[in-house]
């Protein structure tokens, strides 16, 4: 079975540019989960999609940051116009049935913006 | 306010000793924990969890230990192996489908 898939792994782009992050869940799983860590600090939550919904939203730190799941599949995170402190590494989860399970993360996409 | 987090962001441990790293956790409606291992340049990987009903649980060279009245949670490993070096989280939830994590703990073997 194939793993959480992110693409690109690594990012550099410079201030006030856009960038599009993409995360491929495991097949059949309708819980996927952005999360992204900073700085070396804690890993936060970003948000949550059950299928092509927005479940939970509230960790998106602005509007520069959209993110879309069209078709209950595949999802990407868009930062537009990044800035400095975007720079950090993105995680996406997926998990089958809510969260007695665990997620399983991606290898992340480490982000740094110039 | 709503936060886990790690009393040291960094341990050195000799090989083939145990490693006890502490979490506290502030959320008391918190029920399920999960402790991740990240090595670098990959993503969290689930080790072990415990609900709130239970106060230890094992697995393969690790147990996880809770203590719901100090809001404390802690992860032992056993024998320390030189793979075992990695940032370990600790992360908890209260039911509303997301976990919250904390600032992690670098783990270091000694040779």
């Known amino acids: 079975e194939a793993g959480v898939t992110q693409f690109p792994s690594h990012s550099v782009i410079e201030k006030g540019q856009t960038v599009t992050l993409r995360c491929d869940p495991i097949s059949g799983h309708d819980n996927l989960y952005w999360y992204r860590r900073v700085m070396g600090k804690e890993i936060k939550f970003l948000l949550h999609?059950?299928?092509?919904?927005?479940?939970?939203e509230s960790g998106m730190p602005n509007n520069r940051f959209l993110a879309e799941r069209t078709g209950g599949t595949y999802s990407t995170l868009k930062v537009q116009p990044a800035e400095l402190e975007d720079s950090g590494v993105y995680f996406c989860a997926s998990s089958q049935a809510g969260r007695d399970y665990g997620y399983t993360f991606g290898s992340g996409t480490r982000l740094t913006v110039v | 306010g709503e936060s886990v987090g790690l009393h040291l962001p960094t341990l050195s441990v000799q090989e083939g000793d145990n490693s006890i790293i502490n979490c506290a956790y502030s959320?008391?409606?918190?029920?399920?924990f999960i402790w991740y291992k990240q090595e670098s340049g990959k993503g969290p990987q689930f080790i072990i969890d415990?609900?709130?009903?239970?106060d230890k649980r094992q697995g393969q060279r690790v147990t996880v230990l809770l203590n719901k009245t100090v809001k404390h949670l802690s992860l032992q490993i056993a024998a320390t192996q030189p793979g075992d070096s990695a940032v370990y989280f600790c992360?908890?939830?209260?039911?509303?489908?997301?976990?919250?994590f904390g600032k992690g703990t670098r783990l270091h073997i000694l040779p």
């Open positions: 992360a908890e939830n209260a039911g509303d489908d997301k976990i919250i």
């Open positions: 415990i609900r709130s009903n239970m």
């Open positions: 959320n008391s409606a918190s029920d399920y």
């Open positions: 999609f059950v299928k092509e919904s927005k479940q939970d």
